[in-house]
């Protein structure tokens, strides 16, 4: 390819598109650190106190939830930079997923379940995905269902996902 273009070689990648690359001899760690700073100051949460889980256990949010409507489009910017942010954190894609079915008429209620993933990002900012080389693959995959979770259309989640890895394959 360098005969027919002009290239030069600029080293190992380290950051792409707000991801960052830690390539090292055992495999390739990737997060999102820096971004994941950015939102808390962003949305004035770099000193709250953390939380252990992205969204307490068996919460359920209504549409006509009780509560004043908050700014939409604060509450947008909220969600799409936590959907961002997912790329490299696969730990909060459930409760991002939560509260983006609420970004029409969003209300306090909805803001505080957003908040409390950033309460969680901010205890795990290092977190992100290590990817490691091997030879030695596998298929693994899990799949979940909430039958008629949603409160307001009786509609079932599901979520499924597969690794294809080694058996050393993990997130931190």
């Known amino acids: ?10 080293g190992l990648m380290s950051y792409y598109l707000g991801i960052e690359v830690k390539q090292q001899d055992g495999g390739i760690f990737v997060s999102q650190e820096g971004y ?3 939102i808390l100051k962003k949305f004035e949460m770099e000193n709250c106190k953390s ?11 209504y549409f006509h939830e009780d509560g ?5 489009t604060y509450f947008k910017s909220l969600v799409g930079s936590l959907r961002y942010l997912t790329c490299t954190r696969p730990d909060i894609l459930f409760g991002v997923g939560l509260v983006s079915r609420h970004m029409k008429a969003p209300t306090t209620s909805h803001l505080k379940v957003s908040k409390r993933i950033l309460r969680y990002i ?5 977190h992100g ?3 490691t080389s091997s030879h030695n693959f596998k298929l693994v995959g899990y799949c979940y269902s ?11 989640t599901t979520g499924f996902i597969f690794f294809m890895g080694s058996s050393a394959f993990t997130w931190n």
């Open 51 to 61: 939380v252990s889980t992205p969204v307490e256990c068996g919460v359920k949010m």
């Open 36 to 38: 994941a700073k950015e």
């Open 1 to 10: 390819m360098a005969k027919e273009f002009e290239m030069m070689d600029v």
């Open 129 to 131: 995905i290590f990817y």
């Open 68 to 72: 004043e409507k908050i700014n939409s």
């Open 146 to 156: 909430d039958w008629a979770g949603d409160v307001d259309s009786r509609k079932s």
């Open 122 to 126: 901010k205890g795990t900012v290092d």
